[in-house]
């Protein structure tokens, strides 16, 4: 316990996998808990894209105010924000007031590019993707060990996993504010001078975008995180139509996806890069991620099925941690949080798309349709990948002690 509260990298792993424990927790009952407030289908789906929303709008904002008052203070107040929303969820008496409540808790949970940033602030560029991947499998284990958490606090009453997150929260604050130090110096903070030229934040971080690498970086997170979401959202009708599966079977099946993912995250990762580049990891996980998708629909034998599963989940285990890193390394200095935050916000965005796309598709061209369209996103990303991506200018100095910004590789990102 003294080494993760002394290592911010390790204590921000923990703050994550806490976080999203917390999260979890709800997510089993929160789809009953729509319908006793009177929510039809398309209401529970809703209180899943109002959350998403808010992280889409939020999770930019609070990565760029974390570069420029601190990355501690952004993350201390998003938990204490996070925490109120699930009081608001418990004591939720209309669909109205629970929609409100869950538009909260999407703000409240837009921290993870300020987590990211931390992480950037303590690592050298080598060591970026090992990083990227411990809080990666922070998240996985998260939503493996919440679920089930959840899962067995609803059977103390129905309201007990929103009280239960409640408190996760709240010891998750009280965690930051007595041992997370405050990794971005205000020296280091972009300053009036670097950002006289947006107006505004909402104005500054979307002209990340006209940086060529930066762009094409978040256009990659964004294609493989609709596919990835796609798929989840649809895999139990499809294990349901093909298996005659229920909600145990899949349980489990996710229970495996989410173990491979943490394996490859908090583990492999690292290991991958040091022999092949971020930029090569991230084209291989990719194509694994495609080739198991596009696999999928074949599943007739559950060896197919679980070599599917087993392709995507190491593809998308080791994407997301290596684009992340990727996108650190181009950021100008002193933006960092701004940009993880911007690739977030903008995966936020793809987590309400992919899903609404796959239900379409499976609706109107069959179970298979989805994982399909998928693995071509996919694939679309890889190509992205492609082509060299040239260093970004520096828009500061960067300061001694920011390890995180450090130069990069010349020329391209490998």
Do not use: C
């Amino acid at each position: 316990m003294k080494r993760l509260v002394r290592s911010p990298l390790m204590l921000m792993a923990l703050t994550v996998f806490i976080d999203i424990t917390g999260f979890g927790l709800i997510l089993p009952l929160l789809p009953f808990w729509a319908e006793h407030l009177g929510a039809n289908p398309f209401g529970v789906g809703l209180i899943l894209t109002v959350y998403a929303l808010a992280q889409f709008l939020f999770t930019p904002v609070l990565g760029s105010l974390s570069d420029r008052y601190g990355r501690r203070p952004v993350i201390l107040v998003s938990l204490l924000i996070e925490a109120f929303s699930f009081v608001l969820t418990a004591l939720s008496g209309s669909l109205a007031l629970l929609l409100v409540a869950r538009f909260i808790g999407g703000l409240g949970a837009s921290n993870i590019g300020s987590a990211q940033a931390v992480v950037a602030d303590v690592t050298p560029p080598e060591g970026r993707a090992r990083g990227m991947g411990m809080v990666g499998a922070a998240i996985g284990l998260g939503f493996v060990v919440g679920p089930a958490l959840g899962g067995v606090l609803a059977g103390l009453g129905p309201e007990a996993p929103f009280w239960a997150a409640f408190a996760v929260a709240l010891a998750n604050a009280l965690l930051v504010l007595r041992f997370l130090p405050e990794t971005r110096k205000a020296s280091a903070t972009t300053d009036t001078g670097t950002r006289g030229h947006t107006g505004s934040i909402l104005t500054s971080r979307w002209g990340l975008l006209r940086s060529a690498p930066i762009a094409r970086l978040i256009a990659i997170n964004l294609l493989f995180t609709m596919a990835f979401t796609a798929m989840e959202a649809v895999f139990p009708l499809f294990t349901q139509h093909s298996y005659g599966w229920g909600a145990p079977q899949n349980g489990y099946i996710f229970t495996y996806v989410g173990v491979i993912i943490v394996l490859m995250q908090g583990g492999l990762v690292g290991r991958l890069v040091k022999r092949f580049g971020e930029r090569t990891l991230m084209i291989a996980g990719l194509t694994l991620l495609a080739v198991g998708l596009l696999i999928l629909p074949l599943g007739a034998q559950m060896g197919v099925l679980l070599l599917s599963l087993g392709l995507l989940s190491i593809g998308d285990g080791a994407a997301t941690p290596t684009t992340s890193a990727l996108l650190s390394q181009v950021s100008p200095a002193g933006r960092q949080g701004e940009t993880l935050g911007l690739a977030q916000g903008v995966g936020s965005l793809g987590r309400i798309v992919g899903p609404l796309a796959a239900g379409a598709l499976f609706a109107a061209s069959g179970p298979g349709m989805p994982f399909i369209v998928g693995g071509a996103l996919a694939l679309v990303a890889a190509a992205l990948a492609l082509p060299a991506l040239p260093d970004v200018p520096r828009m500061a100095t960067p300061t001694t002690h920011d390890r995180a910004q450090e130069p990069v590789r010349e020329n391209s990102l490998v």
